[in-house]
């Protein structure tokens, strides 16, 4: 069996992908141990050849392409199901790793026996200046996702699915998968499968370099944007009332950080009226509505009952009521 399979989506990423290859290409296993598995989500430009012309010196790369567009979460879920390394980690095409040192950090994690295993992450700021981020400063002793998600989910944790090694077993056996055709599908799942997670280990060795992308379609505002954030926001809601009996303290955290994803609707006044329908739209096809709006509900009430987020009762709770009184006449009310 292949030790690590790393797992690539891409999607018009010739200016990145040939950068990131080799990157990988130049850590301290043999090419032998582990495979690159390349998911082209239907890009328009020179992705898919560069990646072929890499292939023809490489045989552990693979290229798998999709006959639609699935975006990241879809991509993902290919790579998922396409792995047969013994351990999966994600990388975005316009991001490398940040250790190179990858034999020996396999060897750790496969002492372990992990499901999962936690790093940290270095996070490019501006000009090339970068920042360390982690969820601690020393090594954790092995202990379940849940008790990892109690005694650390900090604003630190990260809900990134780079910052983790999984076991890929275990994802198959735990079988949930990213959200797909859609913006923001991450933070909800990488929640799910630490959690989960029998085994898990923090280990503060920085892994993976995270390089702030202006252009990024995750960092435009538009409505489709939006629309993905609410309904990540929602998805982090409904996993919250899931674990609400075996873990009311990770599910208080992932309320609350499910907020920040519902904050987002006061940028909706920034849209012009045919994107705010297009916004709706968008919202009303998921067959969520009426889930979303419970879950908004939910959100003002558990705002008013902790006292630790009066704050942010005051500066979101009127643009959540607003929101769903203009969603249930402009949406529901067209049906």
Not at 28 to 53: G, H
Request: aromatic content about 14%; some cysteine.
């Amino acid at each position: 069996m292949l030790k690590i399979s790393y797992i690539i989506p891409c999607y018009n990423g010739e200016r990145y992908i040939a950068d990131c290859l080799d990157n990988i290409l130049s850590q301290n296993l043999p090419e032998s141990d582990y495979e690159i598995v390349c998911v082209n989500d239907c890009s328009t430009d020179l992705t898919a050849d560069i990646i072929t012309q890499f292939r023809q010196k490489h045989q552990n790369i693979v290229l798998v392409q999709h006959s639609e567009n699935k975006r990241q979460g879809g991509a993902k879920n290919t790579g998922i199901r396409s792995a047969r390394g013994e351990y999966l980690v994600f990388i975005d095409q316009d991001d490398q790793l940040g250790n190179l040192n990858t034999a020996e950090i396999y060897q750790n994690v496969k002492n372990a026996e992990l499901d999962v295993a936690a790093f940290k992450f270095l996070v490019e700021l501006q000009a090339k200046r970068w920042y360390e981020k982690g969820t601690l400063d020393s090594e954790s002793p092995i202990m379940t996702g849940k008790e990892y998600c109690e005694q650390h989910a900090t604003p630190e944790i990260s809900f990134a699915p780079w910052s983790y090694w999984y076991r890929r077993e275990y994802l198959l056996k735990l079988n949930r998968w990213f959200a797909e055709k859609v913006m923001w599908e991450d933070a909800d799942w990488v929640a799910q499968a630490v959690f989960f997670a029998e085994k898990i280990k923090f280990f503060p060795i920085v892994v993976y370099r995270w390089a702030y992308n202006h252009i990024s379609i995750s960092h435009t505002i538009d409505y489709r944007t939006l629309a993905d954030m609410i309904l990540m926001g929602w998805r982090k809601f409904y996993f919250a009332n899931e674990i609400e009996q075996t873990s009311p303290v990770f599910s208080q955290i992932m309320k609350s950080d499910g907020l920040y994803n519902g904050a987002c609707i006061k940028n909706i006044w920034k849209l012009d009226s045919n994107a705010v329908k297009l916004f709706y739209l968008r919202i009303k096809t998921v067959n969520s509505t009426e889930q979303y709006i419970g879950s908004m509900r939910a959100i003002i009430k558990f705002l008013y009952r902790n006292n630790r987020f009066v704050c942010s009762a005051i500066k979101i709770t009127t643009p959540i009521i607003n929101f769903l009184r203009f969603f249930k006449r402009n949406v529901n009310g067209n049906s």
